[in-house]
């Protein structure tokens, strides 16, 4: 694993981009994830790269490389690096720290190799181009990288192959190159993050109206719509706040778009009454809530799955819709083909959680799986009329699903009410009273949560399925929990994985069955409360004998997890993980860098 | 895009088998008549209207009309009916409701509505009460006014829906009276045929808990701006007619921009054929995927 360190503006994160995308041309899997400060300028991020030959869904526990932009990286993080590490830096402007025992440092004469008339940037690209070369990638892969990156500028790109170059033939002939260098595949790889699988997703999915107010992490959705929404014919409008963002895309759903929105907590928070209305209104739309750090405004760059009680609560009486959580950036892909479907054929809204590891983090897929047509299954919708001249939009049907007419065609009009309503969208609310129709219409809407029921994927178990202790998790943490159970097995602790995406309904007859006879029921996850360990036992019964949880900001590595679970096998029944590196610690000073402070919202 | 006028409709067919529930002698019937008078008038069929309400004694109206409607959440008819527009911008949008909805919970959409520039219609059914939570002080309840929340007098202070209007950039801004029928409907079809979004403030008197605003009290106030010579094209002037309250109350035309820029469903590249709703085939074409692909290789 590669670590990139520099203060924000420093073009850490291009360095980043143009390390993974060198690595994903030569069919390496590459997993990114930034931890980075809620600053504009300065501060300090660290952008961890885990670059290898096999899939990789999240972050290592080490690192074995690293660029270091500036002094504040250099002296937090060197001392993260282990045996046969090797640390690249500008060693004309940063003093290096004292190394670890078999850290090689491998210091730049960046003016020298640059040129003294070389912008401060190109700093980076020599570091980049030295590290290229240690790591044991080929050359010609990150001279391509400029070339694509670039194309329109050729001074540009000959400026950075010739300090890449620089760089990369320096260091080859000056310093070691790391025991096992990187090699290549044959896969062709795209380098994606989980905003913009989701986006993509939805696009081939069919979406037609995206609505949204900036609120990070989720903003990258947006950014990715008001590029492209235009010439794939999606209409995207930003919204003055986030209850009119539900409720414009419930508009447009009612009219028989397929239509979505994306905001995290607090902006979920505000969308909260509308989910009710698309639900009493039996209106399709995909809501995504990209979970941080919370309560209130909390921890807007950090990671955390702490919204599942605010999505399980969120709005008043007895509403219908479907909770679900993609489990890796590729699943938020896949799920969103599945969130729109179900949508549709089911006439409720669909809530989506992902979260900023997902969301912000990087990763390759193959273009292979991206490039798929979705399935489009709209569910029993009338779009022309059929000459029904007794059409009721809320006929009562043995599945609880009314055909559904889009608004625009004769003999079919109806009004959809927020109020409780018959058979023909007619409100009772204002009669004497009608224990017999609320009765009817409401039992009506909850049928169809067995319809769901019925059409989700079983949930299965990952790993030896007769070990008898179980991990249990949903979401973002199926990859690092993955690794964390392989390695277990591997030391002979014999364990499965149980990865939850689909919370509400609950499907509890197959949970149920396969959590059965086990002897350790352990729920990882990331927050404080236990919040989905509090949702099995509700739903199931079922009492976790143990959790391991995390909440400090930072993502699980394998070890957290490797260490929870056998703290929990040794008897004890909370284990709270942390990320305790030095590198991680503040106050560290915040430096000169520090230009403004504007908050991410 | 104008809705293009077609043959003139009777307008009982707007009138569904469900009668108003609304107090006898309430504002609200002329406000629902004049508007089924106005869509017969320009023609258009039922079902090319959508009708979209908050939540409130007024926005009960499209329960009332015989149109594709929503009755959707107090004080968020206007994005659910942009949402309308934007999914299908081929139907005539009509958003409706109260002052306590539009000027009050639903004031920032309100604001927001107009400087987007939707093509919709909106029209506020301004009572100066809150009518179905049993008579509570609204934002254009007048300064003293003694109301079951403020039994001392309300302390704060009028809201003017029609300078707020102006100054977000509508427009289309008009004010018209439940008691005059006419003259209310000569500007519904005006504001239908608009090509941006159009304001139409009516009062609309409240005759079980606005003992202050009667009918009898507007009739005696109200006067017609085109009466008085005032150039509706003209925005100052507008603005200065907007502050007029008390003894003389203007009705009427306050603003229409002559040269209006395309509203927003328009101007969107989206929206430049038939509506989205429309569309056949959902999801990208292979090609579109492909290229989309390319940009993360």
């Given amino acids: ?601 | 895009m104008p809705t293009a006028v077609a043959a003139p409709r009777d307008a009982k067919l707007y009138k569904p088998e469900v009668p108003p529930d609304w107090c006898p002698g309430c504002g609200d019937y002329g406000v629902l008549t004049v508007l089924q008078r106005a869509c017969g008038e320009l023609g258009i069929p039922n079902e090319q209207l959508m009708v979209v309400s908050g939540i409130g004694c007024s926005s009960n109206l499209p329960g009332f009309f015989k149109s594709y409607g929503m009755h959707s959440l107090h004080g968020r008819s206007l994005p659910v009916a942009t949402g309308t527009k934007m999914a299908n911008h081929e139907m005539t949008v009509i958003a409706c409701g109260g002052d306590g909805d539009g000027y009050g919970i639903g004031q920032g959409h309100f604001i927001h509505a107009m400087r987007r520039n939707v093509n919709i219609t909106y029209i506020v059914m301004d009572n100066e009460i809150y009518g179905l939570t049993t008579g509570q002080t609204s934002p254009t309840s007048e300064t003293g006014m003694k109301t079951k929340s403020t039994p001392h007098g309300n302390p704060e202070g009028q809201l003017n829906p029609i300078a707020l209007a102006l100054a977000a950039g509508c427009g289309f801004v008009a004010r018209g009276f439940s008691g005059d029928i006419n003259h209310l409907k000569s500007l519904y079809t005006q504001a239908i045929q608009y090509p941006g979004f159009a304001l139409i403030d009516v009062f609309s008197p409240c005759v079980t808990f606005n003992k202050q605003n009667t009918f009898g009290w507007f009739k005696e106030r109200v006067y017609k701006l085109e009466d008085k010579g005032h150039d509706a094209t003209n925005w100052n002037s507008a603005m200065e007619r907007s502050k007029e309250w008390g003894a003389q109350i203007p009705i009427g035309l306050f603003y229409k921009n002559p040269n209006p820029k395309p509203s927003i469903d328009a101007a969107d590249p989206a929206l430049q054929g038939e509506g989205l709703a429309k569309a056949k085939k959902l999801g990208l074409s292979a090609e579109q995927r492909k290229k989309l692909i390319e940009e993360y290789v």
């Fill in chain 1, 1 to 601: 694993m590669v670590g990139i360190g520099g203060a924000a503006g420093d073009g850490g994160a291009s360095t980043a981009d143009n390390l993974a995308l060198t690595s994903a041309r030569q069919g390496l899997h590459v997993y990114v994830y930034t931890s980075y400060q809620s600053l504009i300028r300065g501060g300090h991020s660290w952008i961890r790269l885990r670059i290898s030959t096999k899939n990789v869904n999240n972050v290592n526990d080490q690192v074995g490389a690293m660029i270091a932009l500036n002094q504040d990286s250099m002296d937090r993080h060197l001392q993260e690096l282990g045996k046969g590490g090797i640390c690249v830096y500008n060693g004309d402007k940063i003093k290096p720290g004292k190394a670890p025992e078999g850290v090689q440092l491998c210091p730049l004469p960046v003016f020298e190799l640059a040129g003294k008339d070389a912008l401060p940037i190109m700093q980076n690209t020599v570091a980049l181009g030295a590290l290229t070369g240690l790591l044991g990638l080929e050359f010609h892969s990150l001279e391509s990288v400029f070339e694509h990156t670039f194309k329109k500028k050729p001074q540009v790109v000959k400026a950075n192959v010739d300090a890449a170059k620089a760089g990369y033939d320096f260091a080859v002939k000056t310093y070691k190159k790391v025991s096992n260098p990187l090699g290549k595949t044959d896969a062709k790889l795209a380098m994606v993050h989980g905003n913009n699988m989701i986006a993509l997703g939805a696009a081939n999915a069919g979406l037609k109206v995206y609505c949204a107010y900036p609120m990070s992490p989720a903003s990258g959705v947006l950014h990715w719509m008001g590029a492209h929404g235009p010439s794939l014919g999606i209409c995207v409008r930003q919204v003055e706040d986030e209850i009119g963002v539900a409720n414009m895309t419930i508009g447009a759903a009612q009219m028989g778009v397929r239509a979505m929105c994306a905001t995290s907590g607090g902006g979920f928070a505000l969308m909260t009454e509308a989910i009710g209305m698309a639900s009493i209104m039996e209106i399709p739309l995909v809501m995504i809530n990209v979970m941080r750090g919370g309560p209130s405004t909390g921890l807007p760059t950090k990671q955390e799955q702490g919204d599942l009680n605010q999505a399980i609560g969120a709005s008043q009486g007895d509403f219908q819709r479907i909770i679900m959580a993609p489990t890796s950036i590729a699943d938020c892909y896949t799920s969103m083909e599945e969130a729109f479907n179900l949508a549709e054929k089911f006439q409720m809204p669909v809530l989506y959680l992902s979260d900023l590891l997902m969301s912000e983090g990087h990763m390759t897929l193959e273009t292979s799986f991206l490039d798929r047509e979705f399935k489009i299954d709209r569910g029993e919708m009338i779009f022309e009329d059929d000459g029904n001249k007794a059409y009721y939009r809320y006929k009562d049907t043995p599945s609880g699903v009314s055909p559904r007419a889009i608004p625009g065609i004769p003999n079919h009009l109806y009004v959809s009410a927020t109020d409780e309503h018959d058979d023909d969208g007619v409100t009772i609310s204002d009669v004497y009273t009608d224990p017999v129709t609320r009765k009817r219409v409401v039992d009506k809407r909850e049928r169809k949560m067995a319809g769901v029921l019925a059409a989700l994927p079983k949930p299965k178990l990952e790993g030896p399925a007769d070990a008898d202790t179980t991990i249990v998790t949903y979401g973002s943490c199926w990859g690092v929990v993955n690794e964390a159970v392989e390695r277990l097995n591997k030391e002979g602790i014999k364990c499965n994985h149980l990865s939850i995406k689909f919370l509400v309904p609950f499907q509890e007859k197959e949970v149920t069955e396969l959590l059965k006879g086990k002897k350790n029921i352990i729920v990882v996850e990331m927050n404080k409360g236990g919040q989905f360990a509090r949702h099995l036992r509700a739903e199931t019964g079922i009492t976790a004998t143990g959790k391991v949880l995390k909440y400090d900001g930072e993502p699980y590595e394998p070890k957290h997890v490797v260490a929870g679970i056998k703290e929990c096998l040794k008897g004890k029944k909370v284990v709270e993980a942390e990320s305790l590196e030095p590198g991680w610690r503040t106050p560290h000073p915040p430096g000169p860098g520090v230009l403004s402070t504007s908050s991410a919202h």
